[in-house]
């Protein structure tokens, strides 16, 4: 797998926790700075070791699977690609039910980092399956998180509602175009 391929990745991966953090900068009392930096941080981190878990898991289960792995890439890259695409439609009600009143807490924040970085435990599998470099491919999709994240909190104060959407739709796609990518290249 590409170093471009790696970033593209990341940045489907990291759509889900852009996401949340536009609505944590729409909706967060305080210094929006902090609020940024810390969506970064937990985010980036977690998008970062769930991965990493994800491929120590599969590689057990790699030699029993090489025959199929694109079949395994392709279906769960499309699987988490169409559930971002399908929650693209819930996300203006959950940045309107939260309204302007949230306190980010460590523990808010771990619980956020968590659920938006339980997809890259799938891909870890994938990526297990295939033989990428994890070594690679976990610390780009944490800093491409980091990066995503930081400015969704900006954005979310300005422009809330299609920002998150649009995010949810874009990672969708990506992470579905890079299933079908991976399935292509051991197939033709």
């Known amino acids: ?3 471009y391929t790696m970033v593209l990745m990341g940045f489907g991966m990291a759509m889900d926790a852009f996401a949340v953090s536009v609505t944590n900068g729409l909706a967060a009392r305080g ?3 902090r609020c ?3 969506c970064s941080l937990y985010f980036g981190l977690a998008q970062m070791l769930m991965p990493l878990l994800g491929y120590f898991v599969g590689y057990g289960f790699s030699g029993y699977i090489q ?4 079949w395994v890439a392709l279906i769960l890259l499309c699987f988490l ?10 996300h203006g009600r959950q940045i309107t039910a939260v309204g302007r009143t949230l306190i980010l807490t460590s523990r808010l924040l771990l619980v956020q980092a968590v659920a938006t970085s339980v997809d890259a435990l799938a891909l870890g599998v994938s990526l297990s399956a295939i033989g990428a470099n994890i070594f690679l491919a976990a610390p780009i999709i944490g800093l491409t998180t980091f990066c995503c994240c930081f400015v969704g909190a900006f954005l979310g104060r300005r422009f809330g509602d299609l920002l998150g959407k649009f995010a949810e739709i874009a990672g969708g796609l990506i992470l579905a175009g890079i299933g079908l990518k991976i399935f292509l290249e051991h197939t033709v």
Do not use: Y
């Not at 025959?67 to 694109?70: N, S």
């Not at 971002?84 to 439609?89: H, I, P």
């Open 1 to 3: 797998m590409d170093i």
């Open 31 to 33: 210094r929006l700075l």
């Open 36 to 38: 940024a930096l810390l």
């Open 67 to 70: 025959r199929f792995d694109h």
């Open 81 to 90: 690609g169409v559930r971002m695409l399908r929650e693209a439609g819930q």
